[in-house]
């Protein structure tokens, strides 16, 4: 009887990082799925050229490292990444497009750093942000919304992407844009001049949104995160566009629901700021920082000078979260105030 | 009902304690040989008493305890006395250690034992007299000496004491079986503790997965000052810092004792051999211990004497040796793996456990940490596993220390949880052992700072008194020389040139009456001048000086010895002719 020597504990629970990750990959289906309902085939193709574009990145840059591909591709993280950015840019992007996001977020943001666990920046949001910097035209192309316009079919869609000069893309403003540029319009006639607002926020937008948050309170009852991060990141942006709402006049900043349900808010709060390599690690650090992004969001969709905010706020809370560790180290058994009750 | 309070974390793994539970206590009988470590507790290792090939008497003292924080140990059967040496024990270093090997001769003949009628009429110090001889130290698996623990610091008072019977590790069951099957003896080892500890307060605590022994404990304690609380199961409320917290809503200070609190913990197997050592003067020598896993056939309870190898338990429990693969004393939480089946059953075994590979599989290879949280949210303690982690692979002593590694307790909760299966505990465990052996290596070297300042003063010191000495004298020197100039315009180098002239007179004069004897014997002079040297020798020798002048110094009588041997030859020589 050869007898292990191994230290304790000796059983281990179910959970493992590549199982956290395929849940993850689960939960984007219902939002991937309103996204082509409602602007066709482009999404889909992103996020599966993102993958292979992702795996093999991650492929060469472990292969550089000298570490077992089979070992670590089996944790899907690099295909988490990917399915987040292929989200997260516009539908019908070209190939080239999409590789160089993928390929400065696996390579620059993740395997430059060490790999899984070691990048201090969300790697999708650093690819999102490099293509936003050098390609702002690609980037801020929307195609129209199932009902105000043409969506594309499959065809067009292969073609959109990997024949991008042959494809002529329709593009429109999306909600977000719209409001940003209104000058002198209350809200309500805004509203009713401008075809793509629907009943809380933009068509389609507001059924992405809902899709996002039923995917994320599904991680949410499955344990694969804990609620702190988007509540505060949803209750801080909700508190500041209910502060600038303004009763809705040519200056206001939009509802806190036309909020809620624009934009990346619920993908950007279930699948990009709960991201824990890159978060705060307490209890408490998660709250401020989430509510951190909620307030950057809001700053930078009304004042600043790009329609969305997420990954910019994202990427400003990933360096503010090493200081925010710092002051919110929770208070440990017997320390402090003695005799609390716990 | 009591108010029970929550505590941050803890996890609920798989109990795995019906395996155990489905027959009665049975007695393991005795075993050819008994190996009984000298140290089974916390604190110094006990002192051997007996000698090779001494018969001894069960229930005898074989060693007395080594030191305050120890406890002796007794023979658990009878027999002889076969070996005192390094066995195989367990222990997580799994490095053999001293113990004393009893030949078990099967008549189980006891030594005279006496118990003490009636506890209530005995002080609270005699009593735990009594428990120290009875070799008794904490049945839940820490071993601390129990009437160390009862003891407390001079002047602390108890309110509170509290009965662990939570055993919140999965498999282990033989607190559960003792509560049910002895709810009597816990009761009666308890009422003595209450008269030594005088609380205001008795709590027994016990998870709600334990509904027989519930029902037989409300039974024993009906009428009593014990009051049994129940709270939920969940891993680790057994820890003595968490069962504190759900009894009393309070925490132990870190680095304190439940003793700052006014409270006492003590198991329910402790309350037991408290009774059986105080009514039937019974020392402790034998213990329940569960065996099970899936590489026994019939996993179940035994009461086994102390220093019963394991194999010997396994094979009654039907081992299969090929299904087993590791062999755990305690429980898969934190206990530790055992390395040889031939290491005996301490006083502190609870569980024997042999799982098979799929029951417990090996772990598997570490992934980095995606500081996902779930640690942080399974410790018991608050801590920040992660992040622990983290500074650990770093070597960061100092940030390990400000983020409170010492405030782990080791339970494994966060390793448990951990999905990238990574060894948190070992890690922490390794980081506590460095900065321990670098806090003692900073008190060695503190403690050399202070001697090298003290012998820097020493001589400073000395070289002051030196220095004051010669200053001292050269001004005597002076003030004399100042005196003579006043006394006469002599001059001191006409004085000394004098001096000098005066002598050589002197010796002319000695030189001319001393002559003639010299020349008439050469001998005579070499003779003094050996004399003397071999004086100069034996001084230089017992004043202890520099090796070289001696040796110079005895080169020198040698030569003297052999010129005068030969002056003497040469006398005799002129003297014949």
């Known amino acids: 009887m050869a007898l292990m020597r191994v230290s304790s504990p000796h059983a281990h629970g179910s959970y493992s990082t590549g199982m956290v990750?395929?849940?993850?990959?689960?939960?984007?289906?219902?939002?991937v799925f309103v996204l082509t309902l409602f602007f066709g085939f482009g999404t889909l193709i992103n996020?599966?050229?993102?993958?292979?574009?992702?795996?093999?990145?991650?492929?060469?840059?472990?292969?550089?490292?000298?570490?077992?591909?089979?070992?670590?591709?089996?944790?899907?993280?690099?295909?988490?990444?990917?399915?987040?950015?292929?989200?997260?840019?516009?539908?019908?992007?070209p190939w080239w497009l999409i590789a160089v996001g993928v390929a400065a977020s696996i390579l620059m943001a993740k395997q430059l750093y060490g790999g899984l666990g070691y990048n201090p920046f969300n790697p999708a949001m650093v690819g999102y942000v490099v293509l936003l910097i050098s390609f702002p035209v690609q980037m801020t192309a929307w195609a129209p919304p199932r009902g105000l316009g043409d969506v594309p079919g499959l065809w067009e869609a292969l073609q959109a992407c990997f024949l991008p000069a042959r494809y002529d893309a329709v593009t429109m403003a999306t909600p977000l844009d719209v409001l940003r540029q209104n000058q002198g319009l209350l809200l309500e006639d805004l509203w009713a001049q401008t075809p793509q607002f629907g009943r809380w926020a933009g068509i389609g937008w507001e059924w992405v949104n809902l899709a996002f948050l039923a995917g994320g309170l599904w991680l949410l009852y499955r344990r694969i995160f804990t609620w702190h991060a988007p509540v505060a990141m949803l209750a801080s942006l909700a508190l500041m566009a209910t502060l600038?709402?303004?009763?809705?006049?040519?200056?206001?900043?939009?509802?806190?629901?036309?909020?809620?349900?624009?934009?990346?808010?619920?993908?950007?709060?279930?699948?990009?700021?709960?991201?824990?390599?890159?978060?705060?690690?307490?209890?408490?650090?998660?709250?401020?920082?989430?509510?951190?992004?909620?307030v950057l969001v809001y700053l930078i969709r009304v004042w600043g000078n790009y329609p969305d905010a997420v990954a910019f706020a994202v990427l400003i809370a990933n360096f503010a979260a090493p200081f925010i560790d710092h002051y919110t180290q929770p208070r440990v058994y017997g320390h402090g105030k003695s005799g609390g009750a716990g | 009902m009591r108010r029970v309070y929550g505590f941050h974390g803890g996890i609920h793994p798989a109990e795995n304690k019906h395996q155990s539970l489905g027959s009665r206590i049975r007695g393991a009988g005795i075993p050819q040989q008994l190996i009984l470590p000298l140290s089974q507790h916390i604190g110094a290792p006990a002192r051997p008493i007996v000698a090779v090939d001494d018969r001894v008497l069960k229930g005898q003292m074989i060693a007395e305890p080594g030191g305050h924080v120890s406890v002796p140990l007794h023979a658990p059967t009878s027999g002889?006395?076969?070996?005192?040496?390094?066995?195989?024990?367990?222990?997580?270093?799994?490095?053999?250690?001293?113990?004393?090997?009893?030949?078990?001769?099967?008549?189980?003949?006891?030594?005279?034992?006496?118990?003490?009628?009636?506890?209530?009429?005995?002080?609270?110090?005699?009593?735990?007299?009594?428990?120290?001889?009875?070799?008794?130290?904490?049945?839940?698996?820490?071993?601390?000496?129990?009437?160390v623990k009862l003891a407390g610091k001079p002047g602390q008072s108890v309110k509170t004491l509290i009965i662990n019977g939570t055993e919140c590790e999965p498999y282990i069951t033989a607190d559960d079986i003792l509560m049910r099957e002895r709810a009597d003896d816990i009761v009666a080892g308890i009422a003595i503790l209450q008269h030594i500890l005088q609380p205001q307060e008795i709590l027994l605590g016990l998870e709600d997965n334990k509904p027989e022994a519930i029902a037989a404990l409300q039974a024993a304690a009906a009428g009593s000052a014990i009051e049994v609380v129940t709270f939920p199961t969940k891993y680790p409320s057994g820890g003595e810092k968490q069962l504190i917290e759900i009894l009393t809503g309070q925490q132990v200070p870190s680095g304190g004792l439940p003793g700052d609190l006014g409270i006492v913990c003590q198991n329910v197997g402790t309350a037991v051999a408290v009774r059986d050592a105080i009514c039937d003067g019974r020392p402790l020598i034998s213990r329940i211990t569960t065996v099970t896993g899936n590489a026994v056939d019939s996993p179940q309870n035994f009461e086994v004497l102390l220093g019963t190898p394991m194999q010997y338990l396994l094979d009654l429990a039907g081992l299969h040796p090929e299904r087993c693969e590791r062999l755990v004393m305690g429980g898969p939480m934190m206990g530790f793996t055992v390395t040889t089946p031939q290491a005996?059953?301490?006083?502190?075994?609870?569980?024997?456990?042999?799982?098979?590979?799929?029951?417990?599989?090996p772990p598997p290879p570490a992934q980095p940490c995606i500081r996902c949280g779930l640690c942080a949210e399974a410790c018991p303690a608050s801590l920040l596993p992660q992040q622990l982690f983290w500074f650990a692979q770093g070597k960061e002593f100092e940030k390990l220390e400000q983020h409170n590694l010492f405030d782990c307790i080791e339970c494994g909760a966060c390793s448990w949880v951990c999905p990238s299966h990574i060894p948190l505990v070992q890690y922490y465990r390794a980081s506590k052992a460095d900065i321990l052996q670098?806090?003692?290596?900073?008190?060695?070297?503190?403690?050399?700072?202070?001697?090298?300042?003290?012998?820097?003063?020493?001589?400073?010191?000395?070289?002051?008194?030196?220095?004051?000495?010669?200053?001292?004298?050269k001004a005597a020197a002076e003030k004399r020389a100042a005196l003579a100039e006043q006394g006469g315009e002599e001059d001191p180098i006409q004085a000394a040139i004098e001096r000098a002239k005066a002598k050589k007179a002197a010796q002319q004069a000695g030189d001319a009456t001393a002559a003639t004897p010299a020349k008439a014997s050469p001998e005579a002079a070499l003779r003094q001048k050996l004399a003397k040297s071999e004086q100069r020798l034996a001084q230089s020798i017992t004043a202890g000086e520099d090796a070289k002048i001696v040796s110079a110094l005895e080169a020198t009588v040698q030569r003297l010895k052999d010129k005068l041997a030969e002056a003497e030859a040469a006398a005799t020589e002129t003297g014949t002719d």
Not at chain 2, 126 to 145: S, T
Not at chain 2, 345 to 360: G, H, Q
Not at chain 2, 444 to 451: D, G, N, V
């Open chain 1, 21 to 31: 990750m395929r849940q993850v990959l689960l939960a984007t289906v219902p939002g």
């Open chain 1, 47 to 93: 996020v599966l050229w993102a993958c292979l574009v992702g795996l093999a990145c991650e492929s060469i840059a472990l292969l550089l490292r000298g570490r077992s591909l089979a070992f670590y591709l089996k944790d899907c993280s690099a295909l988490v990444t990917c399915v987040l950015l292929g989200i997260a840019l516009p539908p019908y992007a």
């Open chain 1, 244 to 294: 600038f709402y303004d009763g809705g006049s040519s200056s206001s900043g939009g509802s806190p629901l036309f909020h809620l349900l624009s934009g990346a808010t619920m993908f950007g709060a279930f699948f990009i700021i709960t991201d824990p390599v890159s978060s705060a690690v307490s209890v408490r650090g998660r709250l401020v920082f989430g509510a951190l992004i909620g």
């Open chain 2, 80 to 147: 002889h006395i076969s070996a005192i040496e390094e066995r195989p024990i367990p222990h997580p270093s799994g490095f053999p250690a001293p113990c004393i090997v009893i030949d078990c001769d099967g008549e189980d003949e006891w030594a005279p034992l006496e118990g003490v009628a009636n506890y209530r009429d005995c002080e609270a110090t005699e009593l735990l007299e009594l428990i120290r001889n009875a070799g008794i130290a904490g049945m839940g698996g820490a071993g601390f000496p129990t009437a």
């Open chain 2, 344 to 361: 005996p059953v301490v006083k502190t075994t609870n569980c024997i456990l042999a799982p098979t590979a799929e029951e417990l599989p």
């Open chain 2, 438 to 473: 670098q806090r003692r290596e900073h008190a060695k070297s503190e403690q050399a700072r202070l001697r090298f300042e003290a012998r820097q003063a020493r001589l400073a010191q000395e070289e002051e008194e030196r220095e004051a000495k010669r200053a001292a004298r």
